[in-house]
């Protein structure tokens, strides 16, 4: 009887509140996702472990995470949405006390699983929770807070990691999330309730469907995260890791299209906008945190960025985000939704256009329209596309929809980053090859160039051998890096041309019920 009262406060709640009690768990779980990654040399220090084996604390995290992101579905109808919310807050939270304890990096890795795993639901339990609790006239609005939330926090991850471990220790990092997480518990007992149509089901699990999955989406993380690292196929570890992906993954469709009771509902896939918008919604993932990974890597590594001024130069994107998504949420209610998505996706490739005729001497001045286009350019992405994507789905399948939706961004987001950083490497070493086949003894303009720096280093004291040594180490160096802008500047482009190709599926979606011209009138 106590569950069957619980869905009538919900109606006279505000939805507001509604959105902040979810939003401020989900906030925090995906910062997580980056916040980590600029105190991983402190990390390996203090628990005396390499860098490579500091990786395992973002690997085993986002594969425990992707396990749990489509399960989300059948967990909260089995178990209960408030519940499984609560139950997923507390465990995170709990866990990042104890990562914050973590006397070893073992230790560390186990709590980082229990708090992937605790915080993979978050993301498609509160989108889910947003939509219900939002009219369908307010549903954009609803997505543009939630969009916050899923695109600023991975942009402020790497400054307030920075940030806490240069003025703290990288423990605080995990601490910071208690606070927060005591919070978002509170709030969600206080105004989060369970739908009347959503009742406990008592059906059989589909063990084989949870073995598959783990195997399928485990092994395929993993190999993303750890390809480049491995040299890809040219390593049997990750030959062996793709093979188990494609047959955990293949077995799980074939498992879920027959078994009665399935743990991912795949018969959502029948509405052809939500298939259509997952498909971009994955491509999203792929360019977003493709580019958001590259950056900072360009800054630190050619531009001689800290850390802490790269994260800053990256800022105005999070900046331009934060102000779009709300005029975008209100514009949702009176625009046909696909013309904002139309408009976000030439924008953000004109974004990545700007950003691929960038050059060695690029300031942090050079980055600011760019990176502030992107940014609002974002928020004519994710909130339309969240909007449109989920809008034919019924009620009873949201949970089901949103496990989906949330796992392909996050698997677009895996393999974007392993395609750029893959893409960098190997663009680079094929300029090297090509500008520096044109530094022999034929080319006057390169000997030049070398006679003057042997000459520079002579007048600094070196003798006539070892400044000759010095100007071409200096020669190399000049070329090494002249390579690199022209990768990062190729990899851009590859990004542009990206987002070009997302435009014409955009034609083929419906047109939102629950917002544009026709539902404003």
């Known amino acids: 009887m106590a569950m069957a009262s619980t869905p009538s406060p919900s109606r006279d709640i505000n939805p507001w509140l509604v ?25 390996a220090g203090d628990l005396s472990a390499s860098t ?42 709990t866990a990042s006390f104890f990562c914050g304890l973590a006397p070893s990096l073992p230790f560390l890795i186990i709590f980082r699983i229990i708090q992937g795993a605790c915080g993979g639901g978050l993301q498609p339990l509160s989108q889910a929770i947003l939509l219900e609790a939002f ?15 899923i695109v600023v926090a991975p942009m402020l991850g790497p400054v307030a990691g920075g940030w806490l471990t240069d003025n703290y220790s990288w423990r605080w990092v995990f601490y910071i999330n208690i606070p927060i997480g005591i919070l978002a518990i509170i709030l969600t007992q206080l105004f989060v309730f369970d739908p009347s149509y959503l009742r406990k089901k008592s059906s059989g699990i589909d063990y084989w469907g949870i073995g598959l999955l783990v195997l399928g989406i485990g092994s395929l993380q993993i190999m993303l995260d750890k390809g480049q690292e491995e040299d890809w196929f040219g390593s049997h570890f990750i030959i062996t890791l793709a093979v188990l992906a494609v047959v955990g993954l293949t077995g799980l469709i074939i498992r879920e299209l027959k078994t009665d009771h399935p743990i991912i509902d795949l018969s959502v896939f029948r509405y052809r906008t939500y298939a259509i918008g997952t498909a971009l919604m994955t491509g999203v993932g792929f ?19 800290t850390a802490t001024h790269a994260g800053v130069t990256n800022l105005p994107r999070g900046m331009a ?122 080319n006057q303009v390169a000997q030049q160039m070398t006679e003057g720096l042997r000459r520079a280093f002579m007048a600094n004291g070196s003798d006539a051998a070892t400044a000759t040594k010095q ?22 482009l590859f990004l542009a041309g990206m987002f070009l190709l997302m435009f014409p599926f955009i034609l083929f979606m419906r047109r939102p019920k629950g917002g544009g011209p026709v539902m404003a009138h």
């Open 19 to 43: 959105a902040v009690a979810v939003m401020s768990s989900t906030f925090m779980e995906v910062l997580d996702t980056t916040v980590v990654n600029v105190s991983l040399p402190h990390i």
């Open 52 to 93: 490579d084996e500091a990786t395992w604390t973002l690997t085993s995290y986002l594969v425990a995470n992707a396990i749990i992101l489509p399960m989300t579905g059948w967990l909260a109808s089995t178990f209960g949405r408030k519940r499984l919310l609560t139950a997923s807050v507390i465990g995170f939270t």
């Open 135 to 149: 009219p369908p006239e307010k549903r954009g609005q609803a997505m543009a807070f939630w969009a916050l939330g």
């Open 287 to 305: 360019v977003l945190y493709g580019s958001t990974v590259l950056l900072p890597l360009l800054m630190q590594v050619l531009l001689g960025y």
């Open 321 to 442: 985000s934060f102000m779009a998504m709300p005029v975008i949420g209100y514009l949702t209610s009176k625009v046909d939704s696909r013309k904002l998505l139309g408009a976000g996706v030439i924008l953000s490739a004109i974004a990545m256009f700007r950003l691929s005729r960038l050059s060695l001497a690029a300031g942090a001045g050079d980055f600011w329209w760019p990176l502030m286009l992107q940014g609002s350019a974002l928020a004519l992405i994710f909130v339309p596309l969240t909007t449109v994507t989920n809008d034919p789905i019924p009620k009873e399948k949201l949970g089901a929809a949103t496990s989906i939706f949330n796992l392909m961004r996050n698997i677009g987001a895996s393999i974007g980053i392993s395609v750029v950083e893959t893409l960098q490497y190997r663009k680079q070493q094929t300029h090297i090859n090509i500008l520096g086949s044109h530094v022999n003894p034929a």
């Open 471 to 492: 100007a071409q180490a200096a020669i190399w160096g000049m070329l090494q890096r002249q390579a690199a802008m022209l990768s990062y500047n190729e990899v851009f």
